[in-house]
């Protein structure tokens, strides 16, 4: 009976801490780069970078409500035809740089905390440690939200605002 009302209030206060994010794509289908390594286009890319984005929101502000409108997505690297057979591969080069855009609000409850419009980029994306795999299409991409994200909303960031 004890750890029944044990478990009980913790699925109370996991319950009461989850954060609610909505990610929102505004006009996909004219971002910058969506590219698969066939040349078209793939929305299925921004599933995974919804993901992310709500793993990290999730993540770092647990409780809050957040909303994100994404506004523009550039992936590292450029598709391009390559070899005899012309087959479409990801080339990485120094200037193709990934930059996502996006708006984003914070709230407690009726109130926003904080809200701003971001452009993220990745100047040296190629660089440093990924902590992701090298198989991860959108390691760079990850990367940078990872670092936006603990940046933002560090607590030593919270304690300045």
Same mark, same amino acid.
């Given at each position: ?27 996909? %289908? ?13 929305? %299925? ?32 690297? +450029? ?7 012309? +087959? ?28 701003? %419009? ?44």
């Amino acid at each position: 009976m004890k750890y029944r009302w044990i478990a009980l209030s913790l699925v109370a206060i996991a319950a009461t801490a989850r954060a609610d994010v909505q990610v929102n794509f505004v006009q996909p %289908e004219k971002f910058s780069d969506i590219k698969d390594n066939h040349g078209f286009k793939q929305l %299925e890319l921004l599933k995974d970078i919804e993901a992310h984005l709500v793993e990290q929101a999730a993540k770092r502000l647990p409780g809050r409500d957040v909303r994100i409108n994404v506004t523009d997505v550039d992936l590292a690297g +450029e598709v391009e035809p390559f070899g005899r057979r012309m +087959e479409w591969l990801r080339v990485m080069r120094n200037i193709t740089l990934p930059s996502i855009v996006f708006n984003y609000e914070v709230r407690e409850g009726d109130k926003i905390v904080q809200q701003g %419009e971001v452009k993220l980029r990745d100047m040296n994306y190629q660089d440093g440690f990924y902590g992701y795999s090298n198989s991860d299409t959108l390691r760079a991409e990850k990367r940078m939200i990872d670092r936006w994200f603990k940046e933002e909303f560090s607590p030593k960031m919270a304690a300045v605002r």
